[in-house]
Protein backbone atom coordinates (compact mmCIF):
# COMPACT_ATOMS: atom_id res chain seq x y z
CA UNK A 1 0.00 0.00 0.00
CA UNK A 2 2.89 2.50 0.94
CA UNK A 3 4.62 1.87 -2.35
CA UNK A 4 1.26 2.29 -4.49
CA UNK A 5 0.92 5.64 -2.59
CA UNK A 6 4.73 6.40 -3.10
CA UNK A 7 4.06 5.76 -6.87
CA UNK A 8 1.00 8.25 -7.12
CA UNK A 9 2.51 11.22 -5.62
CA UNK A 10 5.97 10.67 -7.57
CA UNK A 11 3.37 10.79 -11.10
CA UNK A 12 2.08 13.35 -9.80
CA UNK A 13 5.24 15.60 -8.94
CA UNK A 14 5.74 15.35 -12.41
CA UNK A 15 3.04 15.95 -13.85
CA UNK A 16 1.87 12.29 -15.03
CA UNK A 17 -1.27 10.06 -15.61
CA UNK A 18 -1.81 7.57 -18.06
CA UNK A 19 -4.03 8.55 -20.83
CA UNK A 20 -4.90 9.77 -23.97
CA UNK A 21 -3.44 13.57 -25.37
CA UNK A 22 -5.79 15.89 -26.39
CA UNK A 23 -5.76 17.28 -29.95
CA UNK A 24 -7.19 20.49 -29.07
CA UNK A 25 -3.66 22.81 -28.23
CA UNK A 26 -6.45 24.89 -26.26
CA UNK A 27 -7.64 22.07 -24.39
CA UNK A 28 -4.32 20.78 -23.50
CA UNK A 29 -3.12 23.98 -22.22
CA UNK A 30 -6.10 23.65 -19.56
CA UNK A 31 -4.36 20.04 -18.09
CA UNK A 32 -2.39 19.60 -15.66
CA UNK A 33 -1.63 20.24 -11.76
CA UNK A 34 -3.80 23.21 -10.54
CA UNK A 35 -2.76 23.28 -6.70
CA UNK A 36 -0.38 21.97 -4.74
CA UNK A 37 0.50 22.65 -1.18
CA UNK A 38 2.43 20.18 1.55
CA UNK A 39 -1.12 17.85 2.08
CA UNK A 40 -2.60 18.51 -1.04
CA UNK A 41 -2.57 17.98 -4.99
CA UNK A 42 -4.93 19.41 -7.19
CA UNK A 43 -4.71 18.08 -10.85
CA UNK A 44 -7.15 18.03 -13.82
CA UNK A 45 -6.10 15.78 -16.97
CA UNK A 46 -8.01 13.64 -19.83
CA UNK A 47 -9.80 10.67 -18.72
CA UNK A 48 -7.97 7.41 -19.79
CA UNK A 49 -11.23 5.34 -19.60
CA UNK A 50 -13.27 7.55 -21.83
CA UNK A 51 -12.64 8.60 -25.60
CA UNK A 52 -12.91 12.48 -24.77
CA UNK A 53 -14.01 14.34 -21.68
CA UNK A 54 -11.11 15.64 -18.75
CA UNK A 55 -10.64 13.91 -15.47
CA UNK A 56 -10.19 15.66 -12.15
CA UNK A 57 -7.52 14.50 -10.03
CA UNK A 58 -8.17 15.07 -6.09
CA UNK A 59 -5.78 14.02 -4.07
CA UNK A 60 -5.50 14.56 -0.53
CA UNK A 61 -3.44 13.23 2.51
CA UNK A 62 -2.24 10.08 0.07
CA UNK A 63 -6.13 9.54 -0.98
CA UNK A 64 -6.74 9.98 -5.05
CA UNK A 65 -10.08 10.74 -6.38
CA UNK A 66 -10.76 10.23 -9.84
CA UNK A 67 -13.52 11.79 -11.10
CA UNK A 68 -14.52 12.58 -14.94
CA UNK A 69 -16.69 15.83 -16.26
CA UNK A 70 -19.86 15.89 -14.71
CA UNK A 71 -23.25 14.99 -16.62
CA UNK A 72 -25.89 16.99 -14.49
CA UNK A 73 -25.15 16.92 -10.53
CA UNK A 74 -23.15 19.10 -9.15
CA UNK A 75 -23.09 17.61 -5.54
CA UNK A 76 -19.67 16.28 -4.85
CA UNK A 77 -20.01 15.80 -1.15
CA UNK A 78 -19.87 12.02 -1.88
CA UNK A 79 -16.39 12.73 -3.70
CA UNK A 80 -15.44 14.70 -0.69
CA UNK A 81 -16.34 11.99 1.84
CA UNK A 82 -14.11 10.10 -0.07
CA UNK A 83 -16.30 8.26 -1.99
CA UNK A 84 -15.25 8.06 -6.07
CA UNK A 85 -18.76 8.66 -7.78
CA UNK A 86 -18.02 9.64 -11.05
CA UNK A 87 -20.82 11.33 -12.10
CA UNK A 88 -20.90 14.10 -9.33
CA UNK A 89 -17.77 16.56 -9.87
CA UNK A 90 -16.82 18.75 -12.01
CA UNK A 91 -14.69 21.50 -13.50
CA UNK A 92 -17.13 24.04 -11.61
CA UNK A 93 -16.11 21.91 -8.11
CA UNK A 94 -12.86 21.29 -8.79
CA UNK A 95 -12.69 25.31 -8.82
CA UNK A 96 -14.25 25.48 -5.47
CA UNK A 97 -11.54 23.00 -3.95
CA UNK A 98 -8.95 25.19 -5.45
CA UNK A 99 -10.35 27.83 -4.11
CA UNK A 100 -11.13 26.48 -0.43
CA UNK A 101 -7.37 24.92 -0.32
CA UNK A 102 -6.05 28.82 -1.23
CA UNK A 103 -7.96 30.19 1.23
CA UNK A 104 -6.69 27.55 4.14
CA UNK A 105 -2.77 28.69 2.99
CA UNK A 106 -4.07 31.97 3.50
CA UNK A 107 -5.53 31.66 6.73
CA UNK A 108 -3.13 32.09 9.29
CA UNK A 109 -2.87 35.86 10.64
CA UNK A 110 0.35 37.69 9.16
CA UNK A 111 1.70 40.66 9.67
CA UNK A 112 3.05 41.26 6.33
CA UNK A 113 2.42 40.94 2.66
CA UNK A 114 4.87 40.81 0.14
CA UNK A 115 4.03 40.54 -3.69
CA UNK A 116 6.73 39.81 -6.10
CA UNK A 117 5.50 40.51 -9.73
CA UNK A 118 6.99 39.78 -12.85
CA UNK A 119 6.23 39.71 -16.57
CA UNK A 120 3.20 37.61 -16.89
CA UNK A 121 1.49 40.46 -14.31
CA UNK A 122 0.95 42.33 -17.45
CA UNK A 123 -0.20 39.73 -19.88
CA UNK A 124 -4.05 39.88 -20.91
CA UNK A 125 -5.32 36.53 -22.07
CA UNK A 126 -7.06 36.97 -25.56
CA UNK A 127 -9.79 35.12 -23.87
CA UNK A 128 -10.54 34.33 -19.74
CA UNK A 129 -11.08 31.05 -19.14
CA UNK A 130 -14.90 30.16 -18.92
CA UNK A 131 -17.32 28.03 -16.54
CA UNK A 132 -16.29 24.97 -18.30
CA UNK A 133 -12.52 25.95 -17.70
CA UNK A 134 -11.81 26.67 -21.39
CA UNK A 135 -9.92 29.50 -22.92
CA UNK A 136 -7.15 31.21 -25.05
CA UNK A 137 -4.30 32.36 -22.71
CA UNK A 138 -2.48 33.80 -26.24
CA UNK A 139 -1.45 37.10 -24.79
CA UNK A 140 -3.63 39.88 -26.10
CA UNK A 141 -0.78 41.96 -27.82
CA UNK A 142 -2.28 45.67 -26.84
CA UNK A 143 -1.29 44.65 -23.54
CA UNK A 144 2.07 42.95 -21.84
CA UNK A 145 3.94 40.27 -23.72
CA UNK A 146 5.98 37.32 -22.23
CA UNK A 147 9.77 37.56 -22.96
CA UNK A 148 9.81 35.10 -26.08
CA UNK A 149 6.63 37.55 -27.82
CA UNK A 150 8.98 40.51 -27.26
CA UNK A 151 11.93 38.34 -28.85
CA UNK A 152 9.46 37.86 -32.24
CA UNK A 153 8.89 41.47 -32.03
CA UNK A 154 12.26 42.20 -32.14
CA UNK A 155 13.35 39.97 -35.16
CA UNK A 156 10.00 41.27 -37.30
CA UNK A 157 10.81 44.75 -36.82
CA UNK A 158 14.71 44.43 -37.74
CA UNK A 159 13.46 42.30 -41.12
CA UNK A 160 11.15 44.99 -41.88
CA UNK A 161 13.73 47.68 -41.22
CA UNK A 162 16.90 45.96 -42.93
CA UNK A 163 18.53 48.52 -44.71
CA UNK A 164 18.79 50.76 -40.93
CA UNK A 165 19.72 47.46 -39.11
CA UNK A 166 21.01 43.85 -39.16
CA UNK A 167 18.49 41.14 -39.23
CA UNK A 168 18.86 39.24 -36.05
CA UNK A 169 20.61 36.21 -37.75
CA UNK A 170 23.04 38.34 -38.80
CA UNK A 171 23.98 39.70 -35.58
CA UNK A 172 24.37 36.32 -34.53
CA UNK A 173 26.90 35.55 -37.32
CA UNK A 174 28.62 38.93 -36.96
CA UNK A 175 28.82 37.77 -32.76
CA UNK A 176 29.30 34.35 -33.36
CA UNK A 177 30.66 33.43 -36.82
CA UNK A 178 30.96 29.53 -35.95
CA UNK A 179 27.32 28.99 -35.08
CA UNK A 180 24.10 29.05 -36.70
CA UNK A 181 21.34 31.60 -36.19
CA UNK A 182 19.45 31.93 -33.26
CA UNK A 183 16.63 29.19 -32.72
CA UNK A 184 13.00 29.50 -31.66
CA UNK A 185 15.03 27.87 -28.34
CA UNK A 186 16.83 30.78 -27.65
CA UNK A 187 15.27 33.20 -24.91
CA UNK A 188 15.49 36.96 -25.08
CA UNK A 189 17.90 37.35 -21.85
CA UNK A 190 20.43 34.95 -23.68
CA UNK A 191 20.12 36.35 -26.92
CA UNK A 192 20.99 39.58 -25.59
CA UNK A 193 23.65 38.61 -23.50
CA UNK A 194 25.56 37.08 -26.27
CA UNK A 195 25.27 40.53 -28.29
CA UNK A 196 26.08 42.63 -26.04
CA UNK A 197 29.40 40.47 -25.03
CA UNK A 198 30.59 40.36 -28.80
CA UNK A 199 29.99 44.34 -29.17
CA UNK A 200 33.50 45.18 -28.52
CA UNK A 201 34.89 42.33 -31.05
CA UNK A 202 32.52 43.54 -34.07
CA UNK A 203 35.20 44.78 -36.66
CA UNK A 204 34.80 48.02 -37.53
CA UNK A 205 33.46 47.42 -40.83
CA UNK A 206 30.51 46.59 -39.31
CA UNK A 207 30.35 48.19 -35.82
CA UNK A 208 28.10 51.16 -36.58
CA UNK A 209 25.38 49.70 -37.66
CA UNK A 210 26.02 46.27 -35.24
CA UNK A 211 25.87 49.06 -32.47
CA UNK A 212 22.68 50.75 -33.75
CA UNK A 213 21.10 47.71 -34.21
CA UNK A 214 21.27 46.54 -30.67
CA UNK A 215 20.96 50.02 -29.43
CA UNK A 216 17.47 49.67 -31.25
CA UNK A 217 16.60 46.02 -29.87
CA UNK A 218 16.71 47.97 -26.25
CA UNK A 219 14.53 50.67 -27.69
CA UNK A 220 11.95 47.89 -28.99
CA UNK A 221 12.17 45.84 -25.20
CA UNK A 222 10.79 49.37 -23.62
CA UNK A 223 8.55 50.01 -26.55
CA UNK A 224 6.84 46.88 -25.96
CA UNK A 225 6.38 47.26 -22.25
CA UNK A 226 4.73 51.36 -22.59
CA UNK A 227 0.78 50.26 -22.26
CA UNK A 228 -1.46 51.87 -19.68
CA UNK A 229 -3.61 50.24 -16.52
CA UNK A 230 -7.19 49.19 -18.03
CA UNK A 231 -9.33 47.77 -14.89
CA UNK A 232 -11.85 46.47 -17.73
CA UNK A 233 -9.64 43.40 -18.29
CA UNK A 234 -6.60 44.13 -15.44
CA UNK A 235 -6.56 43.10 -11.87
CA UNK A 236 -3.78 45.02 -10.36
CA UNK A 237 -5.88 47.03 -7.84
CA UNK A 238 -7.82 44.48 -7.00
CA UNK A 239 -5.19 42.33 -5.93
CA UNK A 240 -3.91 45.31 -4.09
CA UNK A 241 -7.17 46.07 -2.47
CA UNK A 242 -7.45 41.72 -1.40
CA UNK A 243 -3.85 41.50 0.27
CA UNK A 244 -3.89 45.48 1.53
CA UNK A 245 -6.44 44.03 3.86
CA UNK A 246 -4.36 41.36 5.33
CA UNK A 247 -1.67 43.65 6.64
CA UNK A 248 -1.79 44.59 10.05
CA UNK A 249 -1.33 47.97 11.19
CA UNK A 250 1.90 49.63 11.14
CA UNK A 251 2.68 47.32 8.42
CA UNK A 252 2.72 48.55 4.89
CA UNK A 253 1.75 46.08 2.04
CA UNK A 254 4.95 45.79 -0.45
CA UNK A 255 4.91 45.01 -4.01
CA UNK A 256 8.20 44.30 -5.64
CA UNK A 257 8.29 43.69 -9.36
CA UNK A 258 10.81 43.23 -12.39
CA UNK A 259 8.54 45.30 -14.62
CA UNK A 260 9.46 48.80 -16.25
CA UNK A 261 5.77 49.59 -16.95
CA UNK A 262 3.82 52.06 -14.38
CA UNK A 263 0.75 49.32 -14.14
CA UNK A 264 1.03 48.98 -10.44
CA UNK A 265 1.04 52.86 -9.88
CA UNK A 266 -1.58 53.86 -12.21
CA UNK A 267 -3.90 50.83 -10.46
CA UNK A 268 -2.39 52.44 -6.68
CA UNK A 269 -3.63 55.62 -7.47
CA UNK A 270 -6.94 54.99 -9.29
CA UNK A 271 -7.76 53.37 -5.71
CA UNK A 272 -6.35 56.40 -3.85
CA UNK A 273 -3.55 54.42 -2.55
CA UNK A 274 0.19 56.22 -1.15
CA UNK A 275 3.51 55.25 -2.74
CA UNK A 276 6.76 54.76 -1.22
CA UNK A 277 9.22 54.01 -4.15
CA UNK A 278 12.17 55.44 -2.37
CA UNK A 279 11.52 58.83 -4.00
CA UNK A 280 10.82 62.11 -2.21
CA UNK A 281 7.39 63.87 -2.39
CA UNK A 282 8.60 66.87 -4.10
CA UNK A 283 8.29 68.54 -7.38
CA UNK A 284 11.86 66.90 -8.60
CA UNK A 285 11.55 63.20 -7.17
CA UNK A 286 15.30 61.96 -6.18
CA UNK A 287 15.84 58.64 -5.18
CA UNK A 288 16.67 58.32 -1.38
CA UNK A 289 16.14 54.62 -0.02
CA UNK A 290 14.71 56.43 3.61
CA UNK A 291 11.61 57.16 1.99
CA UNK A 292 10.89 53.36 2.57
CA UNK A 293 11.66 53.94 6.47
CA UNK A 294 8.21 56.43 6.65
CA UNK A 295 4.83 55.53 7.00
CA UNK A 296 1.69 57.98 7.20
CA UNK A 297 -0.27 58.13 10.77
CA UNK A 298 -2.69 60.76 12.43
CA UNK A 299 -3.27 61.46 16.54
CA UNK A 300 -6.37 59.49 17.79
CA UNK A 301 -8.82 62.58 17.97
CA UNK A 302 -9.65 64.29 21.20
CA UNK A 303 -7.97 61.81 23.55
CA UNK A 304 -4.60 62.81 25.13
CA UNK A 305 -2.74 59.26 24.09
CA UNK A 306 0.56 58.33 22.44
CA UNK A 307 -1.70 56.32 20.35
CA UNK A 308 -1.92 56.86 16.15
CA UNK A 309 -4.01 55.63 13.76
CA UNK A 310 -2.19 54.49 10.46
CA UNK A 311 -3.08 55.22 7.26
CA UNK A 312 -4.44 52.06 5.48
CA UNK A 313 -4.48 52.93 1.71
CA UNK A 314 -0.13 53.35 1.91
CA UNK A 315 1.82 50.74 0.44
CA UNK A 316 5.78 50.15 -0.61
CA UNK A 317 6.95 49.55 -4.24
CA UNK A 318 10.21 48.81 -5.20
CA UNK A 319 10.85 48.50 -9.13
CA UNK A 320 13.86 46.06 -8.60
CA UNK A 321 14.61 46.34 -12.32
CA UNK A 322 13.95 49.72 -12.95
CA UNK A 323 11.31 51.78 -14.37
CA UNK A 324 9.87 53.86 -17.68
CA UNK A 325 10.01 56.88 -15.83
CA UNK A 326 13.45 56.88 -14.20
CA UNK A 327 16.20 58.86 -15.29
CA UNK A 328 19.92 59.19 -14.17
CA UNK A 329 21.05 62.86 -13.36
CA UNK A 330 24.52 62.71 -13.51
CA UNK A 331 25.34 66.70 -12.57
CA UNK A 332 23.80 65.84 -8.94
CA UNK A 333 24.29 62.13 -9.21
CA UNK A 334 21.39 61.20 -8.34
CA UNK A 335 18.62 59.19 -10.09
CA UNK A 336 14.81 61.09 -10.55
CA UNK A 337 11.32 60.04 -10.88
CA UNK A 338 9.65 61.78 -14.00
CA UNK A 339 5.93 61.77 -15.31
CA UNK A 340 5.40 58.79 -17.72
CA UNK A 341 4.21 61.31 -20.83
CA UNK A 342 8.24 62.40 -20.60
CA UNK A 343 8.51 59.74 -22.83
CA UNK A 344 12.42 58.92 -21.49
CA UNK A 345 14.21 57.78 -24.70
CA UNK A 346 16.36 56.11 -22.31
CA UNK A 347 14.97 55.15 -18.91
CA UNK A 348 17.08 53.74 -16.35
CA UNK A 349 16.37 50.04 -16.70
CA UNK A 350 18.13 46.58 -16.11
CA UNK A 351 17.87 45.18 -19.03
CA UNK A 352 17.08 41.11 -19.40
CA UNK A 353 21.24 39.82 -19.88
CA UNK A 354 23.22 37.43 -17.73
CA UNK A 355 25.13 41.28 -16.37
CA UNK A 356 21.57 41.91 -14.65
CA UNK A 357 22.90 40.18 -11.43
CA UNK A 358 26.10 42.93 -11.58
CA UNK A 359 24.04 46.15 -12.57
CA UNK A 360 21.71 45.05 -8.87
CA UNK A 361 24.71 45.88 -6.72
CA UNK A 362 24.82 49.57 -8.18
CA UNK A 363 22.69 52.22 -6.78
CA UNK A 364 19.49 52.51 -6.81
CA UNK A 365 19.14 48.71 -7.10
CA UNK A 366 21.63 47.80 -4.57
CA UNK A 367 19.25 49.67 -1.97
CA UNK A 368 16.09 47.88 -3.13
CA UNK A 369 17.21 44.83 -3.38
CA UNK A 370 18.54 45.17 0.36
CA UNK A 371 15.04 45.80 0.92
CA UNK A 372 13.78 43.15 -0.53
CA UNK A 373 15.69 40.67 1.32
CA UNK A 374 14.72 43.09 4.53
CA UNK A 375 11.39 42.36 4.01
CA UNK A 376 11.37 38.77 3.34
CA UNK A 377 13.23 38.08 6.39
CA UNK A 378 10.24 39.58 8.98
CA UNK A 379 8.41 37.28 11.42
CA UNK A 380 4.81 36.56 9.74
CA UNK A 381 5.63 37.56 6.56
CA UNK A 382 3.87 36.36 3.51
CA UNK A 383 5.10 36.36 -0.18
CA UNK A 384 3.01 35.92 -2.98
CA UNK A 385 4.54 36.02 -6.62
CA UNK A 386 2.45 36.45 -9.53
CA UNK A 387 3.78 35.41 -12.87
CA UNK A 388 6.94 35.43 -11.58
CA UNK A 389 9.05 32.45 -12.87
CA UNK A 390 12.24 32.66 -10.95
CA UNK A 391 14.64 32.45 -14.43
CA UNK A 392 16.70 35.53 -12.60
CA UNK A 393 19.08 33.33 -10.43
CA UNK A 394 19.49 36.40 -8.11
CA UNK A 395 16.07 36.62 -6.99
CA UNK A 396 16.13 32.88 -6.77
CA UNK A 397 18.86 32.63 -4.44
CA UNK A 398 17.20 35.53 -2.04
CA UNK A 399 14.12 33.91 -1.76
CA UNK A 400 15.11 30.54 -1.33
CA UNK A 401 17.60 31.87 1.40
CA UNK A 402 14.78 33.68 3.02
CA UNK A 403 12.04 30.77 3.04
CA UNK A 404 14.56 28.32 4.65
CA UNK A 405 16.20 30.34 7.43
CA UNK A 406 12.87 32.67 8.51
CA UNK A 407 10.12 30.07 9.96
CA UNK A 408 8.12 33.22 9.55
CA UNK A 409 7.79 33.22 5.73
CA UNK A 410 5.27 31.41 3.75
CA UNK A 411 5.34 31.80 -0.16
CA UNK A 412 2.08 31.31 -2.23
CA UNK A 413 3.73 30.86 -6.21
CA UNK A 414 1.09 31.59 -8.46
CA UNK A 415 1.86 31.75 -12.39
CA UNK A 416 -0.38 30.41 -15.74
CA UNK A 417 2.67 27.26 -15.42
CA UNK A 418 3.48 25.58 -11.93
CA UNK A 419 5.04 22.97 -14.11
CA UNK A 420 8.75 22.70 -14.14
CA UNK A 421 12.00 20.51 -14.03
CA UNK A 422 13.47 19.57 -10.57
CA UNK A 423 16.56 20.97 -11.62
CA UNK A 424 15.08 24.59 -12.90
CA UNK A 425 14.96 27.65 -9.89
CA UNK A 426 10.97 26.74 -9.51
CA UNK A 427 11.50 23.34 -9.08
CA UNK A 428 14.07 23.92 -6.63
CA UNK A 429 11.24 25.98 -4.63
CA UNK A 430 8.96 23.00 -5.42
CA UNK A 431 11.19 20.74 -3.70
CA UNK A 432 10.88 22.43 -0.64
CA UNK A 433 6.92 21.76 -0.47
CA UNK A 434 8.10 18.05 -0.05
CA UNK A 435 10.85 19.25 2.79
CA UNK A 436 8.61 20.99 4.76
CA UNK A 437 8.26 24.18 4.43
CA UNK A 438 4.89 26.26 4.09
CA UNK A 439 5.01 26.71 0.52
CA UNK A 440 2.30 26.27 -2.18
CA UNK A 441 2.19 26.31 -5.99
CA UNK A 442 -1.09 27.50 -7.78
CA UNK A 443 -1.64 27.88 -11.40
CA UNK A 444 -3.65 30.62 -11.97
CA UNK A 445 -2.64 34.21 -14.09
CA UNK A 446 -3.55 37.70 -12.46
CA UNK A 447 -5.85 38.73 -15.04
CA UNK A 448 -7.29 35.26 -15.76
CA UNK A 449 -8.56 33.32 -12.97
CA UNK A 450 -6.52 34.39 -10.62
CA UNK A 451 -9.50 36.77 -8.73
CA UNK A 452 -11.53 33.57 -8.95
CA UNK A 453 -9.39 31.24 -6.45
CA UNK A 454 -8.20 34.45 -4.39
CA UNK A 455 -12.23 35.80 -4.21
CA UNK A 456 -10.95 39.16 -5.31
CA UNK A 457 -13.43 42.37 -4.78
CA UNK A 458 -12.16 45.19 -5.67
CA UNK A 459 -15.00 47.51 -4.20
CA UNK A 460 -14.70 45.14 -0.54
Not at 16 to 33: L, R, W, Y
Not at 40 to 62: A, E, F, M
Request: charge should be neutral.
Amino acid sequence: MFLAILRVRQRLRRGIMTGTVSADPVQAKQEGIYFISQNTTLKKCLNPDLKDGPKYIYKNKNRLLRVPQPIDSLDNSSVKSGHNNENEYGWADFQEEITSRVADFLRPYFDQVVLLLGAGASIVPKKKKDDSGSGDPTPNESYGLPMSGILTAIGTELSEHSSEFYSMSRMKQLAFSDKSPFSDQDDLESVLSQLEKAEEFISTKYSGKYTRTLKRIREIIVDKTKYDFDDQCMNHLALINFFNRKVSDGNKLSIATTNYDTLIEEAATKGSYTIFDGFTFSDTPIFDAKMFDWNFVKDVPNIKTQEVIYDKKVMNLLKIHGSLTWKKDDKVRTVRRVSKSANLDSPLLIFPSTNKYEQSYRAPYSDLFYKFRELLNRPRTLLVTVGFSFGDAHIFEMVNDALRHNDGLSMLFTNYSIDSDESSNLGKLKQLIDEGYRVAFLRAALNDDLPTYLKMDENA
